[in-house]
């Protein structure tokens, strides 16, 4: 779209000037501006080269270094896109500039078409800019806190606060009723990137029957996999207008799927852990965005799966994770590949504990079992009793100021941050 407007800009627009004002001129010497035009166009076309050489060095190190699923972010993002447009512009009005400099050997050089010339310079310095700073997200600690980003706007718009009063469906409310249609994917594989609950709602209300959704965002469709299923509809629903309110796409994306911010944080932290990255420090960081994920999830209704009618009845269910689904998404995969790490062993341990105090009961039963899980490995992975008792203290920076005893109190936090007790015993004792 930039280059075919530029293009275009550059054969219509002296024309109309030249045409309404005649007598209007930049007061650029010809010779000057032809020197001036040619320096922008050959100098804007490689500094596009080496730009988006160095752009794509940059994500295939990101792919590498982080995680393959945020390179398909990059290359979705805007900034890239306009840069590269606005890069091409005024390369292509550039050259077409020149064509009008000393027209017919007037001597003159038009005056908004030579003004456009240096706004686009303008305008590429600016994107040049802002593609420079975009590019810096992919230092470690600005990705992870823009994946955390992302994972908190959508448990905000997604799930209600906890003290919320929702309903779940009872079995006997879908159980009994006979399947009246099923949907199927056709085609190639696709993801399921959001849904439109309120279309559903509308079929589901005109057919009298209920919606059973089969698959969740975030999953993936194959050839004849199953959408969704009607249950006790007296009349049938239009397949296109079910298929309509699935938005699929090649790859997951952050709407309406708070597992996907989670996802990229644990890709991370479990590559920083692998033998050929060994990076501890890293995993410790994607588990201080995951802790917060955490928190924020746990004080929220994440039963949400269900939307009823205005006279109560039930019309469309979705599957949605549960706690019990976030906590080992946040938390298995880690303590797989960092079992040998002290520094993430003890991370994960302050980080239940944290979560722990900081969530209401309700929410204690998985994470007493990840606690039991945590414990199990350190033993497993650590045959020596002092490392055992090394790896089992809790620590937020994973070897930083250990948390004693004593100083963690009710609300997770930590008054006195000496000595662990626990270093104070005698070595003999330790090993016996």
Known sequence: MYAVIAFLAGLVLPRVESSLLPRLASGVEPAAAVAMYTSIGTGMIALTGIVFSLAFVMVQFSATAYSPRLVMWLARDQVMWHALGVFCATFLYSLAAIAWVNRKGAGEVPFFSGWLVIALLLASVGMFIALIQKLSLLQIARTLAFIADRGRDVIEETYPPLESAITTPRPDEIQPLPVSQTLRHAGRPQTIQALDAAALLAAASDAEGTVVVAASVGD????????LRVHGGKRAI???ALRSAFALGAERTFEQDPQYAIRLLVDIAIKALSPAVNDPTTAVQALDQ????LRRLGLRRLEIGATRAH????????????????????????RYCGAGSV???????ALAADLVAALPPERHGALRAQQRRLDATIAKSFPAAEDQLEASVEDRQGLGAPRTQEGHGAEGGTADRGVNPLRRLDEDAMLS
């Open 343 to 349: 520094q993430v062993m003890r991370r994960m341990k």
């Open 238 to 240: 239009d397949a296109r």
């Open 311 to 334: 006279d109560g009845t039930l019309r469309v269910v979705v599957p949605h994770p549960t706690w019990d689904d976030f906590l080992a998404l946040a938390f298995d995969e880690i």
């Open 220 to 227: 993936t469709l194959v050839e004849g996999s199953p959408m």
């Open 290 to 293: 995951l802790e917060d994920l």
